[in-house]
């Protein structure tokens, strides 16, 4: 018989586990270096704030190159999901609908920006009653997003909102309920995870006073290392 033995690999919190490129979106994109502390981070905020269990299929729209997939990956393997691909890339957003009732998809997430491409394709009355939970972050997210989600995905009870980088994905976290989602013009971003003291500051690194716009400064111990070659 074949003997199978688990291997014995030292790691600690601090190993490097990936890099991941920042969009560039202020500048050149830079090779953010995350070790397994951020990680496990990263993918136990994910699964708390998301509710993700054993029945959920995973619909992922996003490349491969940014934060989330990998980490859904990660989640699906500790709660049992399963995941879904669909490269937009290649196959558009024309048969997304018909695939998304194809595999029964529970879970919805991604930008607002990929949701409102999806809405371009639908009918009015084209609804999505597998789906129950859907998750949005990294762009600004509008009422007319949430009257959306409440027409097409009649069995959405709560949405998922979340801020975050590259650097440090979900800093802040929320789960509201889809009536409440839709009485707001925008969507707030959540409150900051308790790993996480997110402040304002303005140019002098002084902390701004509450409505007041300035750089967002980020704390915690679950960070990424910093950048690749600096």
Do not use: C
Request: no cysteine; proline share 7%; aromatic share 12%.
């Amino acid at each position: 018989a074949l003997k199978i033995e688990t291997p014995q690999v030292n790691y600690s919190p601090e190993d490097v586990i990936q890099i991941i490129y920042t969009s560039g979106s202020t500048g050149k994109p830079k090779g953010v270096i995350e070790d397994y502390r951020y990680l496990i981070r990263s993918v136990v905020t994910r699964r708390e704030a998301y509710s993700f269990n054993s029945h959920d299929r995973i619909l992922r729209l996003t490349s491969f190159s940014n934060t989330g997939p990998h980490l859904d990956i990660f989640i699906s393997l500790i709660a049992g999901s399963a995941i879904y691909f669909h490269d937009v890339k290649l196959d558009g957003f024309h048969n997304l609908p018909e695939w998304i009732r194809e595999h029964e998809i529970t879970i919805f997430t991604g930008p607002p920006t990929t949701f409102r491409s999806f809405l371009e394709v639908l009918k009015p009355e084209d609804t999505f009653p597998s789906i129950r939970f859907f998750g949005s972050g990294g762009e600004k997210r509008l009422q007319s997003d949430m009257v959306a989600v409440k027409h097409h995905f009649p069995n959405v009870r709560q949405v998922g909102l979340s801020f975050g980088a590259t650097e440090v994905p979900f800093a802040a976290t929320s789960t509201v309920d889809i009536d409440k989602a839709i009485q707001y013009r925008e969507l707030p971003s959540g409150k900051p995870h308790p790993d996480f003291k997110i402040l304002i500051w303005d140019s002098e690194g002084n902390e701004v006073p509450p409505g007041m716009e300035g750089e967002i400064v980020i704390y915690g111990n679950s960070l990424a290392r910093g950048y690749l070659n600096e």
